[in-house]
């Protein structure tokens, strides 16, 4: 027993970064219907950068705030240069474009900071807290910034007039237009909150994982599952869905199925999802007119 | 197919079939994978240039031949060329299967599930209750099959790659032609069909999911043949050489070489093949970072790839003062 509320315990910590992702991920696709699939290596970039200030004598929390900073405008200029020409072509040539952007971030990395995995610091402190056999101190410290990103958000999104005006451009830009929103920077915005947020992920995930310039494959594929079965168009969703996944996963790979096989989850997860309820557990049906 | 047409086909055969006498050896087998990508990547062309469905995961299919013809050989002591149909109608089969739950996605979701595909397979094929066939991390080492005897006999001697080489360069022949008729007849107008309106492909009569499920088993069949090729040419398969690195590459073959074109594929398998050569001369991590910059600058610039930049370098050459240039079909606008 001790060992499953254990398991369910550690997957609620790495559902957090997932549903961090996953939370990205539904960013990018509210404001523009686009799965990005680069996400991943964004935020492997992202680690990195953070990884290369504390190196230079930063203090961590000071690092952490650049990095989400450098982030934001990374996201904001990608939109703007690369995915802007590309965003009323068909999905393949959008596909494409992603794809290009993944490989592209992956061998800018392994060149710049070469191939070898590097350890990542962790805020938290080492011994556990509240001295607890369950999780360690790291694994709360995730699953707390997850709430605390979640809640800015939801604050963010609720309260704020640029928040309401970045709502108004995903739903109906036409209208949106009409009334003075710059629709465009409003998804050059999006794209940076979502390039911010997986900074985060990856400074979280980076201590457990390791630091190298694949280390957000897996992720990515368990963030897309978590999206998915969240219900892509729904943040609150992605988060629940995150967490869901990381459980999963966890109790799954210690019980039943071993950890050879964990991204099969993800796998069946997502071609489950796509095929039996598209729309996730909290996501708007869609209905295409003929 | 007009004349110059196949007078171009007959020039590139005779060169084909002289290259092995030509090169050295490391460079023939070079060009035996040249061929092997180009059967590859002309099964995702079908799919995705012709049919119009995004496949982030035909590694898996290329992983499932390679698989197929190394447990066929090393444990069914079966011949090489006999692995090869075999492969064939696994991957046939297996392409079928997947195409069935993909029918309910398209674009950007059937990108998304095929690229889990592509992301989880070398963990399945690394998976333990399976190690007795497939090896596991090791994978199968395979030995390299021999010329056969009758050559010899006829004065031609022929080392195992040159063999190895004609054997390959026999089976594309054959996979070509099968393509091309397979393209134009009335199957590969019913997936031009779906690609370009389904709604109107429906209305002609097409049953839009048997066509889109048995266009997902022919291009994995395609692609699960050159794997077994592959598996037999490098003599070794192991799952990490079918990470999503291999599936990617294939997808930048036919954004390259030029989608919805048969000759496409050989363009594209000669880029695949020879452009990170070239580049790994600069730096290990290289040839990805050029890889994806000419993604970038074929989508915005030259969206029809190599095939369509000598389509229509060939139109303006051969253009008359009052004739129309015919048409680039374009997949990318």
Partial sequence: ??????????????????????????????????????QGELAMFSTYIAWALINAGLPYWGAFFLTVGFSFVLGVVIERVIIRPVENFPALAVVVVFIALLVILNSVTGWIY???????????PEQTLFGNKYMSSHEIGAIGVTLVLLLLLYAFFRYTPLGLAMRAAAQNPESSRLVGIRVGWMLALGWGLAAAIGSVAGMMVAPIVFLDPNMMGGVLLYAFAAALLGGIDSPGGAVFGGFLVGVLENVLGAFVIGNELKLAVALVLIIGVLTVRPSGFFGKVHVTRV | MNKRTLIGIVLVLLLACALPFAVSEYRNFQ????????????????????????????????????????????QAGLPYWATIPLAGALCLGAGFLFGLPALRLEGLYLALATFALGVSLPQLLKYHRLEEWTGGVQGIVITKPDAPEFLSGLNLALNQDQWLYFFTLAVAVLMFLLARNLLRGRIGRAMMAIRDNPIAAEAMGINISLVKSLTFGISAMFTGIAGALSAIAVQFVAPDSFNIFLSITFLIGIVIGGLASIPGALYGALFIQFVPNIADEISKAAPWAIFGLFLLGFTYLMPTGIAGAIRLGWVRLTRKAHHKPSRVTTILP
């Fill in chain 2, 31 to 74: 060009f035996t994978l040249v061929l092997i990508y180009s059967i590859a990547l002309l099964g995702l062309n079908i799919l995705t240039g012709f049919n119009g469905q995004i496949s982030l995961g035909h590694g898996a299919f290329y992983a499932i031949g390679a698989y197929c013809a190394a447990i066929l050989m090393e």
């Fill in chain 1, 114 to 124: 070469s191939f070898t995995i590097k350890s990542f610091p962790s805020p938290f």
């Fill in chain 1, 1 to 38: 027993m001790d060992q499953f509320i254990h398991q369910v315990l550690a997957g609620l910590a790495t559902g957090g970064i997932y549903a961090s992702v996953a939370l990205a991920l539904v960013m990018i696709y509210q404001a523009t219907h686009l799965v990005n699939f680069a």
